[in-house]
């Protein structure tokens, strides 16, 4: 009797550290398509927004075209388990009411849509807001499954 009632609170033990080690690694794994779309709308991005001070309707078909990446990107990134952080920075990003990617478009159709001063205040502080975002996708797209934090990355 007394040698069940010793492997009784082993067993248990057990189970409660293969518990606790599952739960800290419940994470989406690494996927380079997912990398590549952070990095690749990175670029575009930041390649566009450079281009307002032109008219939004010069650059409507790279915006379309961005933004239509931007859904294949957030929808990758929402069909992949456990991988919610990614997709709600996707979501953010694209958020026509926003003040990333979908919002700076937004506005610059509605707003400015015969373009923007190139040295224009308004496109420095998107830039900073959408380098920073993409930064942090990127990080966390590059460091699934390991122990690195990307909350403090800087853009």
Do not use: H
């Not at 550290?17 to 991005?45: D, H, P």
């Not at 990446?69 to 957030?74: G, K, L, R, S, T």
């Not at 190139?118 to 990080?139: G, P, Q, Y």
């Amino acid at each position: 009797m007394s040698m069940v009632k010793t492997a009784l609170p082993k067993k248990a033990l057990m189970l409660c550290v293969a518990l606790l080690i599952g739960a800290c690694t419940n994470y989406a794994s690494y996927s380079l398509q997912a990398y590549s779309y952070a990095t690749e709308a990175k670029a575009k991005t930041l390649k566009l927004v450079s281009k307002a001070n032109g008219s939004y309707s010069a650059n409507r078909a790279a915006a379309e075209a961005l933004l239509l990446d931007m859904d294949v990107a957030y929808e990758f990134a929402a069909g992949i388990e456990n991988n919610e952080e990614a997709a709600e920075i996707w979501d953010k990003l694209r958020d026509p009411d926003g003040n990333l990617v979908g919002g700076f478009l937004s506005a610059w159709r509605t707003e400015f849509p015969g373009g923007v001063s190139a040295n224009s205040v308004f496109i420095e502080e998107f830039k900073k807001n959408i380098t920073f975002s993409f930064d942090r996708l990127i990080c966390l797209e590059a460091n699934k499954g390991q122990a690195t934090s990307c909350a403090d990355v800087a853009g």
